[in-house]
C-alpha cells in the first residue's frame, strides 16, 4: 500500500511563489512516476506535471510550462511542485500521484494524496 502526504500549499497574491511537497511512503512498483494534478471549483481534474522515477524526464501541462518546475528526491521518495509567477486561474486543490503517468498515450494514477489547497488572490 501506498500513502502520499502533501504539503505546503496556502494563500497568495498573484504574482507569488510556492513549493509544494508530497512524501510518499510504501512500494513504488508497478509505477513510472510521480506526479501532480488539479481540481479548480467547478473543473474538471486536470493534469500538472509528472517526472519519472529516474528525474530525467518531465512533462508539464501547456498552462504551467515555464511557471512550474517539478523535482524528485528519489531516495525519500519526495516530490516537489515549484511554483512561481501565479495567477488567480491557478486556484485549485493539488493532489499528488504516483502511477504510471509519462510517455504513455494514456496516464495511470495508481495513487492519490489527500489534496493541498492553493489560492491565489488578484
Known amino acids: 500500500q501506498v500513502q502520499l502526504v502533501e504539503s505546503g500549499g496556502g494563500l497568495v497574491q498573484a504574482g507569488d511563489s510556492l513549493r509544494l511537497s508530497c512524501a510518499a511512503s510504501g512500494r513504488t512498483f508497478a509505477s513510472n512516476g510521480m506526479g501532480w494534478f488539479r481540481q479548480a471549483p467547478g473543473k474538471e481534474r486536470e493534469f500538472v506535471a509528472a517526472?519519472?522515477?529516474?528525474?530525467?524526464?518531465?512533462e508539464y501541462a501547456e498552462s504551467v510550462k515555464g511557471r512550474f518546475t517539478i523535482s524528485l528526491d528519489n531516495p525519500k521518495i519526495t516530490v516537489y511542485l515549484q511554483l512561481n509567477s501565479l495567477n488567480p486561474e491557478d486556484t485549485a486543490v493539488y493532489s499528488c500521484v504516483m502511477g504510471w503517468l509519462l510517455e504513455t498515450p494514456t496516464r495511470r494514477v495508481d495513487y492519490w494524496g489527500q489534496g493541498t489547497q492553493v489560492t491565489v488572490s488578484s
Open positions: 517526472i519519472a522515477w529516474s528525474g530525467s524526464t518531465t
